[in-house]
């Protein structure tokens, strides 16, 4: 059975990738990269990247990845069921990363196994060290976020849901939400910028007119808000 396969619209290639990632595939049933190059550049223009995929080969999914980075039309990756383990580092090529509401990502530490002597289990322990900063650097190009901390994720097998991945930024949208209105966003605000805006409002000295005894001459208002600002 075959996993990957694409088709031609009027916005583009749309790009299916569906399975396990390996170096060599025996049964048809792996994405491999050399199958999946072939695809990419069947011909030119922007595409969209259907991903879903447990993960696999990390060394396959660098390639995959940096293909998907050096592509020249517009590489948008869209997740509809998983990006797990080496499938999340291909979906970090996107320059937009959209996941279904229902979809799920996963990040954690490169494993390998390893026969031989104490020597051979330590270069073992040194080579999954230098690739798991090898996968940090995917994702703090994407994300922007401090080294250790992606580090501390990847040690604990952090899975995020697609509100989660866009809020850490592993991810720049949710698919199907409808887009909101500028007008009914919330707003940030602070307390000199309120203040200020006051004062702005209170007439001047001249404008105003006899305080009654029960209300707050013009003179202490603005001694108060001032005091506020500060």
Same mark, same amino acid.
């Given at each position: 059975?075959?996993?990957w396969?694409?088709v031609?619209?009027e916005e583009g290639?749309t790009l299916?990738?569906?399975?396990?990632?390996?170096?060599?595939s025996? &049964?048809?049933d792996? +994405?491999?990269?050399?199958?999946f190059? %072939?695809e990419?550049?069947?011909?030119v223009?922007?595409v969209?990247?259907?991903?879903?995929?447990?993960?696999?080969?990390v &060394?396959? =999914?660098?390639?995959?990845?940096t293909m998907?980075?050096?592509y020249?039309?517009k590489?948008?990756v869209k997740i509809?069921g998983?990006? %797990?383990?080496? /499938?999340?580092v291909?979906?970090?090529a996107? =320059?937009?990363i959209?996941?279904?509401?229902v979809?799920i990502m996963? +990040?954690?530490?490169?494993?390998?196994? +390893? &026969?031989?002597e104490?020597v051979?289990?330590?270069c073992?322990i040194?080579m999954l060290?230098?690739?798991?900063?090898s996968i940090i650097? %995917?994702?703090?190009q994407?994300?922007?976020?401090p080294?250790n901390k992606? $580090?501390k994720m990847?040690d604990?097998?952090?899975?995020? $849901?697609a509100?989660k991945?866009?809020?850490l930024?592993?991810?720049?949208?949710v698919?199907?939400?409808?887009d909101?209105?500028?007008? /009914?966003?919330?707003?940030?605000?602070d307390k000199?910028?309120?203040?200020?805006?006051?004062?702005?409002k209170i007439?001047?000295a001249k404008?105003t007119q006899?305080v009654?005894?029960?209300?707050t001459?013009h003179?202490?208002?603005?001694?108060?808000l001032?005091? +506020?600002k500060?």
């Amino acid at each position: 059975m075959k996993f990957w396969n694409w088709v031609k619209n009027e916005e583009g290639r749309t790009l299916y990738f569906d399975g396990y990632i390996a170096q060599d595939s025996w &049964f048809d049933d792996d +994405i491999t990269p050399k199958q999946f190059k %072939a695809e990419l550049t069947a011909t030119v223009g922007d595409v969209s990247v259907w991903l879903n995929s447990p993960g696999g080969d990390v &060394f396959a =999914a660098s390639q995959i990845y940096t293909m998907l980075k050096e592509y020249k039309g517009k590489v948008t990756v869209k997740i509809d069921g998983m990006a %797990a383990s080496a /499938a999340s580092v291909i979906a970090m090529a996107g =320059a937009e990363i959209l996941m279904s509401p229902v979809a799920i990502m996963m +990040i954690h530490n490169p494993s390998t196994v +390893i &026969f031989g002597e104490a020597v051979d289990l330590q270069c073992g322990i040194d080579m999954l060290s230098e690739v798991k900063e090898s996968i940090i650097n %995917a994702y703090e190009q994407k994300t922007g976020l401090p080294r250790n901390k992606i $580090s501390k994720m990847m040690d604990s097998e952090t899975w995020f $849901s697609a509100k989660k991945a866009v809020e850490l930024g592993f991810a720049d949208k949710v698919l199907y939400e409808p887009d909101q209105d500028e007008s /009914a966003e919330g707003f940030i605000f602070d307390k000199v910028t309120v203040t200020n805006a006051l004062i702005k409002k209170i007439p001047k000295a001249k404008q105003t007119q006899p305080v009654a005894e029960t209300g707050t001459p013009h003179e202490q208002l603005l001694k108060r808000l001032d005091l +506020i600002k500060y």
